[in-house]
């Protein structure tokens, strides 16, 4: 599973913002998909774990709602 990133602003409990790479990037929760095995050797970085944990628990919490 992966969950798209975007730079455009968003707010609402399905966007987590954080930076990656210098840049403010949004988490966009709601638009979580199934990725191909492609894409995964296309690694583009590793996110700080602080931010990983604030992305991962938002979407448990927009999950199990």
């Known amino acids: 599973m992966g969950i798209p990133l975007t730079s455009q602003p968003h707010t609402g409990s399905w966007c987590v913002p954080f930076e990656f790479k210098n840049k403010q990037e949004i988490a966009v929760l709601a638009q979580v998909e199934t990725i191909s095995v492609s ?3 296309r ?6 774990e602080s931010d990983l944990q604030a992305v991962l628990t938002a979407f448990i919490s927009l999950v199990s709602r």
Do not use: F
């Open 43 to 48: 690694k583009m970085g590793t996110v700080p």
């Open 39 to 41: 894409r995964l050797y």
